[in-house]
């Protein structure tokens, strides 16, 4: 049973608009939220994080909301560019000491110009 | 610069045949972390180690082997390989266990 699920395989926004990826969980001890960006024959890369004390996470293009009643969260990029399609993953952390990353399945990303 | 590494990058093998997939970090992190991906479940924890002679298990160990003798290397064994270790694997680390984890390039391994 996955615990971090991303129920869209893929989505296709249009170069300069707004681009919003999902993600849902299930653990209530997760604390620690991240996403992660991958490119073909890469490996992911740290995008933004956000902690449970908060609600929301802006870094430039990309903000991180976290709605915590309805174990939800989202990263939205404004203005979307080509350089942006990828493949995009949600990731969660549990608290306690012995802390494992749990990954989604992952949003394939196309930003068309 | 600082990076993860991971050999070799590609590799085809036969089954039962032992193998080693290496992977080295140059940060000087206390966490690694080997992790594969497949088709529709992203990426699963095999292992991890929170510190040299510390690892523990993730959340797909078996059928994998690592060990931690240097701060720097954590090597991912496959003592008898099959067909169902076909996959990518990632190897990561970071500063701590609460930090956000770096990425090697990925190993694609194919076993017949």
């Known amino acids: 049973d996955q615990q971090v699920k991303q129920n869209s395989p893929s989505l296709s926004v249009q170069e300069g608009r707004i681009s919003i990826l999902n993600c849902d969980y299930t653990?209530?001890?997760?604390?620690?939220f991240l996403w992660y960006k991958k490119y073909p024959a890469e490996g992911p890369t740290f995008l933004i994080s956000?902690?449970?004390?908060?609600d929301k996470n802006e870094d430039g293009r990309f903000t991180v909301f976290l709605n915590k009643s309805a174990k939800h969260l989202s990263l939205h990029i404004v203005p979307s560019q080509p350089g942006d399609s990828a493949v995009y993953f949600c990731?969660?952390?549990?608290?306690?000491?012995?802390?494992?990353?749990?990954f989604g399945s992952g949003t394939q990303l196309t930003v068309l110009p | 610069e600082a990076q993860v590494t991971q050999n070799p990058r590609y590799l085809i093998t036969v089954t039962g045949k032992k193998l080693t997939v290496t992977c080295s970090q140059n940060?000087?992190?206390?966490?690694m972390s080997w992790y594969r991906q497949d088709p529709g479940l992203g990426l699963r924890q095999i292992y991890y180690?929170?510190?040299?002679?510390?690892?523990d298990k993730g959340d797909v160990p078996e059928g994998y082997k690592v060990s931690r003798k240097e701060k720097r290397n954590f090597p991912l064994i496959l003592e008898s390989p099959s067909p169902n270790q076909t996959s990518l694997y990632f190897c990561?680390?970071?500063?701590?266990?609460?930090?956000?984890?770096?990425f090697g390039p990925g190993t694609r391994l194919t076993v017949t």
């Open positions: 653990n209530s001890m997760f604390d620690y």
């Open positions: 180690s929170m510190n040299v002679e510390v690892t």
């Open positions: 956000i902690s449970s004390i908060k």
């Open positions: 990561a680390s970071s500063r701590t266990s609460f930090n956000e984890q770096y």
């Open positions: 940060m000087n992190h206390e966490y």
């Open positions: 990731a969660a952390f549990p608290s306690g000491s012995a802390r494992q990353l749990t």
